[in-house]
C-alpha cells in the first residue's frame, strides 16, 4: 500500500534565504508559515480543499503540463520516487532567472486513515476510462483545477450497500485503515472524526455490538480499545473489543470522560425483573458490558445467582465502573421503617432500581407464596423473619402502633394471625395491661356501651378474632353452652355435622351430648 | 418443658462450636434489644353505690365515668388506671449458620433469649419464657433436592407454620415442589399447642398435640406470572380430628405493562374462604401508577377453640391506590382508599344498630431532596366497625453518611370509637438514630412519648407512655460464597 499522505508544499521565498530578514520579512515568513500550517490542518481534514491541492497552484501550470504524469509520473505505478516531482524539476523554469526560485520539498506523511493505493487504481485507468481528473478534478471545472477525492467520489464505484460516506451500512474498511494503524493522526484529529448517521440514534448507546466481523472492522476505523473500556466493564475478555487493540491518542481522549449508561429497551419490559436471569444465563457477557459484579450483589445476596455472578467481571481500579445500582427502599406499610433488600433501615439512598413495584405493600406476600421472584435471591431469609417474627422485631408497624392497632386489627388491614397467635401473643399483652378478661364478667367490661349485651352478638360475628385477645373461651361458655345458660351461638347456615366431622371434641366442649339432642 | 429447653440450648450451644471448628464458615448474627416501655396498665376500681348516679346496672360517677353496679352489691365497680409501671424487656436473639459441612449441607440456628432488666410486676408478653429454640435444621441441598430437618419456621400463603419435623424440595428449573411434615407447633410462637403456655391463657387449651402433613408447589407461567399453592393438615395426635386444614393459592402475571396478583386462603373444614384477593395495578403515564384491588375476609380459626361455632361472618372489601413518582424518583405521593361491607350477622337486636361497613383513605408523601434528607408525611383515616382512628405522622431523616442516621417523627392519633377504650387523642414523637460500629455491628436507639388526651363524657383509663429501646445487632463470621468477612456498607 501506498504510504500516501498528504502533500503539502512549504514555499520558501529566496530573498528570505538571502537576506537577513526584516520586518516585512518576517511578517512574511510568519504568514507563509501559518498558510503552510492552515493548509496542512485543512488538507488534515481529508477532505479536498477547494481551488488546488496543497499549496501547489496546479491551475496556473495548466498549459504547462498537458499530462498529470509530468509530474506524477510514479503514482500510477506506484513508484513512490517519481510520484512527486522533484525540486530540480521545478527549476527548471524557476532559476531566477525565467521565473523566480522557488524552494519547496515533499514531506511525506504518516499513514493516515485512508487506505488507498494509486497503483492498483492506476492500473484500472486505462482499462474503464478513468484518468487522474475522474477523482481529483470535476466535470467543467479546467482539467487542473485539481482537489483532494471526495468520499463519495470513492462510493461512486464502491457501492458496497453504501447510501453516502457516513451511512450506518457502510463498510469503512474498504476504504479505511484501522484507526491503531494510522500514527498520523493527532488526538484532535481523531476527536474531529465524523460520527456515522447509526451514531446519532436514540439507542445507538444501547445497542451498538457490531453483529459480523465486516462492521467490527467499520467500528476499528474511528475506535480503539480504550474507547469501548470507557464504559464496558468487560472490555479486556472481549474479543471484539480486544482486537481493536490499544491506542495512546484515544486513551488521551477518554480521559477523565464519564461512563454512559443508557437503559436497553428490554430492561423496561413486564417481565424483566422476573426473567433478566434467565437472560444473563443465556447471554453473560451482553449483562457484562455494564454491569460488573457489584451492581448484581446490589440485590442479589443471596446464593440463587451465585453461577452467574461468578461469570461477570469485578470493576478494576481506573476502568469502566460498570452501572452503579442503589436500591430503593420501599415502604411495606404506611409510616413504617424504609427497607431496602438487606433488611436493614438505615437506607443507602440514591434511588436508582425499584424492583418492586409501586403496590409492593399488597402484593410481595402473593410474589413470594407464588414464586413470581425469588425472595432469596435479593433478601437474606432474615428479612422476611424480622417481619414475621411476631414478637422478635419492631419493624413491622408503624411507629405507636401499640395504640393505633385496634382499627387495623378491626379492619384486617394485614391478617394478624399470620405472625400472632391472639390466644397468647394478644391476650398475654391485654391481659397484662389489664385489658383482657379475667373471668368475671360483673366488672364494667365495654365501659362507653351500656347495651353492649344487646349487640355483642353482631359485634362478634363480625370481629370474633378481636374477641379472642381478650376473652378466654370460657367467658362465652358461660352462656353458650349446655354448662351454662344454653344460649345458641350458632348463626343460620352453620352445619353441626360438617364440625363435628372434622373434631368432634370441639362440639363437647360445650354440649355434653351430642349436638342436637339438647 | 424446662428440662428439655435446657437441654435444646445446651445442644445448640455445644454444637455451634464443634461445627465451627468443622465448617469451612460459620457466620453468627446477634441482635441484642431492650426496651423500656412506661404506662399505666388498667386495674380494678370501684365506688361505693350511693357515689353513683343512675338506676340500673349501669350508673355514672360524678366524674361522668361508667360502673356497673350489681343488685345487691354496695359498690359499683370499674377500671381506671393504675400506677405507673416500668416494663423492661430485654430480647437476645443468635443467629447461625454453619456450612461446609459437605456438598451442600449446613446448619442453621435461630435461638432468643428473654429476661427483664427491671423487677416491675409489669411483664413483657412471653418474659416468663426465658429461651426458645425458633429454628434449628440441618440442610442438605444438593442441585435438585434440598432436604431439612430439625424446627423450622416457614412463612408462605398461609401465614407462619412452624413445625419439628422434615421438608424436602425438588426442583425442576423453576418449578418447586415440597412436601413437609412434623409436630405442629403454635403459629408464631414455636410452642407446642399442648405446652403451658397455652393453658395459661386460655382454660380449653388442646389436649393433644398435632401432626402438620403439607404440600407445596409454585411453577412460572411463561415469563410473565407464577403461581403457587399450599395445602397444610393438622391432625390431633389421638387421630380423633383435625385441627385444620387449609389450602392456600397464589398467583401472579404481567402483562402490557400492568400486574396481577391473585390469593386465596381456603379453610378446607369448614369449607370457607379466609382471605382473597384480587389486585391489579398498572403504570399510567408520568410516573403514576394506579392499583384496584378486590377482597374478601373471613377469620380463621383452628378446631381446638369453638369459635368458629360462633358463625364469624365476613367482609368484602374494594381498595384502590394512586401513586406518582417522580422521573428522579425523589418524590413520590400516593393517595389510598377502601370500602368494606361486612355480611349479615343475623345476630343483635334491630334496636341496638351496630356499623356493618367501613372505609379507610389515606395519603402519603415521600421526599429524598438528596442523598442525607428524608421527608415523609403519612395520614390516614380508618372509619370502621370496632374501632375507627385517623392519624398523621410526619417526619424527617437526615442521613450524613450510609453508616450513620437520625430521625425524628411527630404522631397524632385520635381514637374516634372503640369497643374498650373510647374516644381519645394521641399526640406522640419520636427520635431515633443509628450508627454503624465498624463493619458488622450496628447500633439503633429511639425514644417515643405518647401523651393520651381522653375526650368525650367521663374519664377513662390514661393511656400515655414513654418508651425507649436500644437495639444492637452484629455479625461475626463471613458470607457463604466469600473468602473475606463482612465488608462495611
Partial sequence: MNRVGLVPFQLVSPSARRHRPDLTCLTRIVGTALVALALSLLGSTGYAQRGGQGGFPHQRHERLFPLCESCHAGIPGGDAATSMPSEASCRECHNGTDERVVSWRYVARGQGLLRFSHAAHGRDVDSTGRSCVSCHGAAGTPRMAVHRAEPATCLGCHTHRATNHLADDNRCAVCHVPLTAAPALTSERIAALPRPVSHEQADFAAAHQPATPVAAASCAVCHARESCARCHVNAATQPVIAALGRDARVARLMAGRPAVYPVPADHHADAFDRGHGTLARANVDRCGACHARPSCTTCHIGSGASDVLARLPLAERGGAPGVLLRLQPVRLRAASPLLTARGDTDAALPRIVRVHGANVRGTHGVEASAGALSCAGCHEQRFCSDCHAGEGTRRFHAANFVQRHAADSYGRETECSSCHNAELFCRSCHRESGLASKGRLDVAFHDAQPLWLLQHGRAARQGLQSCATCHAQRDCMTCHSTIGWGVNPHGPGFRAERLSSRNATQCLMCHLQVPGRR | ?489
Fill in chain 2, 1 to 489: 418443658m424446662t428440662r428439655l429447653r435446657v437441654v435444646a440450648a445446651l445442644g445448640i450451644a455445644g454444637l455451634l462450636p464443634v461445627t465451627s471448628a468443622r465448617a469451612q464458615g460459620v457466620r453468627i448474627t446477634g441482635v441484642t434489644s431492650m426496651q423500656a416501655v412506661d404506662l399505666r396498665p388498667l386495674v380494678d376500681d370501684s365506688v361505693p353505690v350511693g357515689e353513683a348516679s343512675g338506676t340500673g346496672p349501669y350508673r355514672a360517677r360524678a366524674d361522668g365515668r361508667l360502673v356497673r353496679c350489681i343488685e345487691g352489691d354496695s359498690y359499683c365497680r370499674f377500671r381506671s388506671s393504675g400506677e405507673r409501671e416500668l416494663a423492661t424487656p430485654l430480647v437476645q436473639d443468635l443467629r447461625a449458620v454453619a456450612w461446609g459441612l459437605g456438598e451442600g449441607i449446613s446448619i442453621h440456628a435461630h435461638v432468643r433469649a428473654r429476661s427483664s432488666l427491671g423487677s416491675s410486676g409489669l411483664s413483657w408478653p412471653r418474659a416468663d419464657d426465658s429461651f426458645d429454640a425458633i429454628e434449628v435444621w440441618l440442610e442438605i441441598d444438593r442441585g435438585a433436592t434440598r432436604a431439612r430437618l430439625g424446627r423450622q419456621w416457614a412463612t408462605g400463603g398461609l401465614g407462619v407454620y412452624n413445625y419439628d419435623g422434615g421438608s424436602l424440595l425438588l426442583r425442576r428449573g423453576r418449578v418447586r415442589i415440597e412436601a413437609f411434615g412434623g409436630r405442629s407447633l403454635v403459629a408464631g410462637l414455636n410452642e407446642p399447642v399442648t405446652g403451658p403456655e397455652l393453658g395459661s391463657l386460655d382454660d380449653l387449651p388442646p389436649d393433644e398435640n398435632g401432626w402438620l402433613l403439607g404440600l407445596a408447589a409454585s411453577t412460572p407461567l411463561g415469563t410473565r406470572g407464577a403461581a403457587g399453592a399450599t395445602w397444610q393438615r393438622v391432625i390431633r395426635a389421638d387421630h380423633a380430628g383435625l385441627y385444620s386444614e387449609r389450602i392456600g393459592a397464589d398467583a401472579s402475571w404481567r402483562a402490557f405493562g400492568a400486574s396481577a396478583d391473585f390469593s386465596v386462603a381456603w379453610d378446607v373444614s369448614a369449607r370457607e374462604v379466609n382471605e382473597a384477593r384480587l389486585q391489579v395495578a398498572r403504570p399510567l403515564s408520568s410516573g403514576l401508577t394506579a392499583s384496584v384491588e378486590a377482597r374478601r375476609h373471613r377469620p380463621f380459626f383452628e378446631a381446638w377453640t369453638i369459635w368458629g361455632v360462633f358463625s364469624p361472618v365476613a367482609f368484602d372489601e374494594a381498595r384502590a391506590t394512586l401513586a406518582w413518582r417522580s422521573a428522579s424518583g425523589a418524590l413520590g405521593l400516593d393517595a389510598r382508599g377502601g370500602r368494606r361491607r361486612y355480611d349479615e350477622t343475623s345476630g343483635g337486636l334491630e334496636s341496638t344498630p351496630l356499623k356493618d361497613d367501613g372505609w379507610r383513605a389515606g395519603a402519603g408523601a415521600e421526599w429524598l431532596p438528596d442523598e442525607r434528607w428524608l421527608f415523609h408525611a403519612d395520614y390516614d383515616v380508618d372509619i370502621g366497625f370496632g374501632a375507627s382512628r385517623s392519624d398523621v405522622v410526619a417526619g424527617a431523616r437526615w442521613m450524613p453518611d450510609e453508616s450513620r442516621w437520625l430521625g425524628v417523627a411527630a404522631t397524632a392519633l385520635q381514637h374516634i370509637y372503640e369497643f374498650r377504650v373510647g374516644t381519645g387523642r394521641v399526640n406522640g414523637l419520636r427520635l431515633e438514630g443509628g450508627t454503624r460500629i465498624g463493619a458488622d455491628a450496628r447500633l439503633v436507639v429511639d425514644a417515643a412519648l405518647h401523651a393520651h388526651h381522653q375526650s368525650g363524657s367521663g374519664s377513662s383509663p390514661d393511656w400515655s407512655q414513654r418508651r425507649f429501646s436500644l437495639r444492637l445487632e452484629w455479625t461475626v463470621g463471613r458470607d457463604p460464597g466469600t473468602r473475606v468477612t463482612r465488608s462495611a456498607p
